[in-house]
């Protein structure tokens, strides 16, 4: 034998492709930020990076590809931070953090709108993800509704998706006419949700 690895064995992606891809994330993150989705390429993002456009298509192959990537991204990091937090509040929480970030709100709605009229990758991705976010939701509300802070003679599924159909609204106004308090509006659905007999919690 040549001690070389067995076929079978698969190697985790190197600590370097992994740093690199998430700095082009980072990157892309901030150029959509200062200018908006539609006006940032995969070439502008390589050339602030120090990188030719072919090599930032070894990580991502198309500027589709890349955007989804930062949305996804941006999604995780929302996950990480509000992870415990009951349904609306945390919808209160990532609204407010969300109006600190415009262009990655921007990003996501241009992408939805898109999705209307797309059959590739935008359309099955931001259709999965609307699946995935009331699926998340709707788990949110059984737990909530369990420990007594949501009403229970409501259908959980049908609550997800009017809070997803609330949420991404408001965000739409609140980019257009930013006078528009998306909080306040929030803070309303919380004092809607609960039991006559619950106090709402922070």
């Given at each position: 034998m040549d001690g070389s690895p067995p076929a079978t064995a698969r190697r985790g992606p190197y600590p370097k492709s992994?740093?690199?891809?998430?700095?082009?994330?980072?990157?892309?993150?901030?150029?959509?930020?200062?200018?908006?989705?539609?006006?940032?390429?995969?070439?502008?993002?390589?050339?602030?990076?120090?990188?030719?456009?072919?090599?930032?298509?070894?990580?991502?192959?198309s500027r589709d590809e890349l955007l989804l990537a930062v949305l996804d991204e941006s999604e995780r990091r929302a996950l990480e931070q509000n992870d415990t937090v009951r349904t609306v509040p945390r919808m209160r929480r990532s609204s407010r953090r969300n109006e600190e970030t415009p262009g990655t709100i921007q990003l996501y709605l241009s992408?939805?709108?898109?999705?209307?009229?797309?059959?590739?990758?935008?359309?099955?991705?931001?259709?999965?993800?609307?699946?995935?976010?009331?699926?998340?939701?709707?788990?949110?509300?059984i737990t909530d509704q369990a420990a007594g802070s949501v009403r229970s003679d409501l259908d959980a599924s049908a609550i997800a998706a009017l809070l997803v159909a609330a949420m991404d609204g408001l965000q739409l106004q609140h980019l257009l006419a930013p006078d528009v308090d998306q909080d306040a509006a929030l803070a309303i659905l919380e004092e809607l949700l609960p039991p006559a007999d619950a106090a709402v919690r922070p």
């Open positions: 992994v740093e690199t891809r998430a700095a082009i994330l980072d990157r892309a993150t901030e150029l959509i930020g200062e200018h908006g989705p539609e006006h940032v390429s995969l070439r502008m993002i390589a050339e602030s990076l120090g990188m030719s456009h072919p090599a930032l298509t070894y990580y991502f192959s992408l939805a709108a898109r999705a209307l009229n797309d059959d590739g990758i935008v359309r099955e991705h931001i259709t999965a993800r609307f699946e995935r976010v009331r699926a998340r939701f709707e788990q949110r509300i």
